[in-house]
């Protein structure tokens, strides 16, 4: 799984950096210059081995926070971040500054990314390595390949569509304007409005880790097994919700605040930040789709039912591209066209998430009343107490919370 995470997205970089298909994708349908296009493909290019540090971080946050230490899970992160700011401050007064620009961030972005594979690799050997089982439980069946792709792939393709969902927005924004310097400003407007709009609302997307970790199917050698209702983990969740969304309002929609938000964390013109001020607006709504999908999205997961997440990524992408095509003809263009046009593809994707999560949970009621339907390979006989597992003639119990 790891090789296959790995040699995407290299091979996504080398392409991106030096392949005829590379120089279509940023040169052609982005309308940039030379000058800009060649170091964008050299970007690409000394990017391509950054995948393998993150796909074996990732292998091992997924451990940690199984066994519920998210508290070294976050210091990791943090440390990244930490480490970043610290080697650019450091390389900034190095000769790299004139020599090879380009490289102090992405050297930045290495070191940062080694510090945060030394934490959780040493958190993993010291804390949990040894309380895995040597052999895989009869209670739970073997961990074959095909288990793991049929759980993984959904995850995948949602996490795909998050992450083309940017790119594809400020595609389709610099051509809606280009030949005109409006373009280039949409862009700028769009870089700077992503991470500022997304600081009040990003945590909310680690909700998801909720509903496995403490999910009573969650069961792992250490001695806080603590299993909470699935009705108090909703009821976290929504609060946190309000007090995001509480939050981007307050940040976002008063007046001279936002400006100065920009003004400090970018250091730009005072007239540039009253233009990031509109997409700001509309990034006021993103926490209720964001933590919506978070808390289904892990009340799915906790029951292994992650493909029921497929159409919902699917849609989410044609929506997009449905809306940045139809919104220039009523008017809407520049930055506000790319928020506008995310903040549809997350309603849509919130929607088939709730349909699926409806179907799943009608399903469980119909259960209950003496059906015994089948999900995947797995028959699934619920009463007023109990949910009993039985999967290839080995048979589990757990509480029914939902």
Known sequence: ??????????????????????????????????NVAKRTRLAFLYLAGYPLIDAVCWIHVGILLKHKYSLVVGCASVTDVGAQVLFVAILLQSRLQCVAPLLIPVLALYLGGLCRLVILVIAYYHKVHRLLPLEPSSEMGEATVGRMLSFWWPLALALATQRISRPVVNLFVSRDLAGSTEAIKAVAILTVTYPVGHMPYGWMNELRALYPAFHQSNKVSTSDNIYIPTMTISKFCLSCMLASFCLCIVLWWTPGFGEKIVILVFGVEPSFAKLCIAPLHIFAFFPIPVALRAMLTGWLMS????????????????????????????????????????????????????????????????????????????????????????????????????
């Open 1 to 34: 799984m790891l090789q296959l995470v790995q040699s995407f997205h290299s091979t996504r970089f080398n392409v991106n950096a030096s392949t005829a298909l590379g120089y279509y994708i940023i040169n052609r349908l982005h309308h940039v210059d030379g």
């Open 303 to 402: 029951l292994k039912q992650t493909s029921m997440l497929a159409p919902s990524s699917v849609v989410r992408i044609i929506v997009l591209i449905i809306s940045l095509n139809v919104m220039p003809y009523v008017g809407v263009h520049g930055a506000s066209l790319g928020i506008s046009s995310l903040l549809t593809g997350f309603l849509s994707e919130i929607f088939m998430v709730m349909l699926a999560t409806s179907f799943v949970y009608l399903r469980q009621r119909r259960q209950r009343n003496g059906a015994e339907p089948w999900i995947g390979n797995k028959t699934v006989v619920i009463d007023d107490v109990t949910q009993t597992l039985v999967t290839e003639g080995s048979t589990s119990s757990e509480e029914d919370e939902t």
